[in-house]
């Protein structure tokens, strides 16, 4: 990966530039961000510029993710017909087209790009003995081996406490990139040994300039996407691909949210919410994920829009006509912490495994009480 081409990001690509040139590399370090904001780019950038020290023949192989010094590990799931534990050298040809493809894709999209968008994945022990016996041989380029770990977070917490080891003590000349979405679920021991570099948002004039200068976009409609994908790199390419997965989830959320308005005063719309729940529990868990966290930021913009904020309003569902301003009244300070609240909780026990079935159909119904309470 090259500096080029990560989208925007101009300062933290300066100061990750600054840390080679002037030596300050350290061991261990932990990119926190959503991968949409060019996290896995800007590690892949970082790590080819520390192998290679700009000899073209190096940088040729870690663009093509295949150079020896390059390691790549990241979440696999086993083979139901196979008994023993997947790593990464199991899934790393998949894994290389996945990201040649589109370094902005997200772990939901890796699961389906392997055809396992029903199940979650897991960075495993075993995963991490092969991390070690790999780096415990010497380096191709007589430099630096780079160790990539990308969405540390479905770690488990045996192979955390082994990881750590290594992390206090690793072979010289070694460089630790970890990747995550979300820090506050790595155990705090490895938090401690890795220096933290905060990925944000990228800018929506950086969004704006590219879609002008690489798509050849209109002004209108590169201010609508670079609007609409709140500083993520991977939800713009969706939209200029199609808007398929945004509709989608506007489509089933219009939908339960209407079911839920009308129940209290026609019953026969419960019959809607069940049917509702039976086919969103039917999706993928890590899409089902991505589907409540959707809800829960819909809910905020509405809540913004009834409020009359609505210049802070940067994606209004427009699904089929929908009457967005007629469906924020609904939203208010007497029922959003609920509504929040109901979400996040589901989001738990989603990712815990639970009855997705269960866990939409009571999601849903209650979702009719808290949009019939009054906001005096």
């Not at 968008?117 to 380096?139: A, F, P, R, T, Y």
Request: aromatic share 10%.
């Amino acid at each position: 990966m090259k500096w080029d081409d990560i989208i925007g990001q101009q300062n933290l690509k300066k100061q990750l530039q600054n840390s080679i040139s002037e030596d300050r590399i350290s061991h261990a370090q932990l990119y926190i961000g959503k991968s949409g904001y060019g996290v896995l780019p800007l590690a892949l950038a970082y790590a080819s510029e520390v192998i290679c020290n700009k000899s073209e023949k190096c940088l040729l192989q870690t663009n093509r993710l295949q150079h020896p010094d390059l390691h790549l590990s990241f979440p696999t799931i086993n083979n139901s017909t196979e008994k023993k534990v997947a790593i990464s050298s199991d899934y790393i040809k998949q894994f290389r087209e996945f990201l040649i493809e589109d370094p902005y894709q997200d772990i939901n999209q890796w699961y389906k790009y392997i055809n396992e968008d029903k199940k979650q994945g897991i960075i495993s022990v075993k995963e991490i003995e092969n991390i070690i016996d790999g780096l415990n041989l010497k380096s191709f380029e007589g430099g630096y081996k780079v160790q990539i770990i990308w969405m540390i977070e479905t770690m488990r917490v045996e192979a955390a406490n082994k990881l750590l080891k290594i992390l206090e003590e690793p072979p010289a000349k070694t460089l630790f990139i970890l990747i995550a979405e979300d820090d506050k679920k790595i155990l705090p021991t490895v938090l401690s040994r890795c220096h933290k570099i905060t990925v944000n948002a990228i800018k929506s004039n950086e969004i704006y300039d590219i879609l002008q200068s690489r798509f050849s976009l209109k002004k209108e409609a590169a201010e609508t996407v670079a609007r609409r994908a709140e500083g993520d790199w991977g939800l713009v390419c969706k939209l200029l691909k199609n808007n398929t997965i945004q509709e989608e989830f506007e489509k089933y959320f219009i939908r339960w949210n209407r079911a839920a308005v009308m129940a209290p005063k026609k019953p026969q719309y419960l019959r809607e919410i069940v049917d509702w729940s039976l086919q969103v529990s039917a999706w993928g868990r890590e899409k089902q994920k991505n589907f409540l966290q959707f809800c829960a930021e819909t809910f905020r913009q509405a809540l913004l829009q009834n409020y009359e904020s609505s210049s802070l309003v940067n994606n209004p569902l427009t699904y089929e006509n929908f009457k967005w301003d007629h469906f924020s009244r609904f939203v208010h300070g007497k029922n959003i912490e609920d509504i929040l609240e109901e979400i996040n909780n589901a989001f738990f026990h989603i990712e815990r495994n639970g009855s997705a079935k269960i866990i939409f159909l009571d999601m849903g119904i209650k979702l009719t009480r808290f949009l019939a309470r009054k906001n005096d």
